[in-house]
């Protein structure tokens, strides 16, 4: 995965509590065998309505996506967060990321960011009236500010998930940091134990 220090851009409104993965990227979609190509289908059910957020070009290309609370619940389906990406959001910002959906996107490279209630509503007031609103997240101080707003607000995020950010790395990343130790502990193993190797 990429690493991630800051994004900055404008942002989407989705104006919408309790958006399921089902309504993020329907099941029709997961019969996919590769990642790639996902975004076609995000949010489709929704993008047949020509007034559908995504729909208006004020808010094509915006990087960020500013959505209600409880965004992601539902099934567990990673499908939810590389549609997300494939279609170009590099982060979500909501009062609250269903928590499987929140750990997939870590995993993955697509930032969330849960701010507080008020923070929240007051963003999505102003990407709403202001498509060319720029926020600007940090990953390393974890905060979301609107400079044109005066705002400034903290997100959390773990410093194990933000140092897997700022360093781009994603779990097989993480594995293979310590891939002069696995070697290690290979070689010394009895030559009768199972290998990850190959014949020896």
Known sequence: MEAVRTITGRAAPLDRADVDTDQIIPSRWLKRVER???GE??????RTDPGFVLNQPQF???????????FGCGSSREHAVWALMDYGFRAVVSPRLAD???TN??????????VDAVTGARLMHAVAADPDLILTIDVETGAVAAPSLGLTASFPLDEHTRRRFLEGLDDIGMTLRQEDAI?????????????TTGPR
Do not use: H, M, Q
């Not at 289908?41 to 929704?46: A, M, Y």
């Not at 094509?60 to 409880?70: D, R, Y």
């Not at 996107?105 to 969330?112: A, D, F, Q």
């Open 36 to 38: 790639a190509g996902f």
């Open 41 to 46: 289908g995000l949010f489709s059910e929704w």
């Open 60 to 70: 094509a290309g915006a990087p960020i996506l500013v959505t209600g609370p409880n």
């Open 100 to 102: 499987i959906f929140r």
């Open 105 to 114: 996107c870590t995993k993955s490279g697509l930032l969330p960011v849960e």
């Open 183 to 195: 070697r290690a502990y290979e070689a010394d193993r009895a030559a009768w134990l199972p290998v």
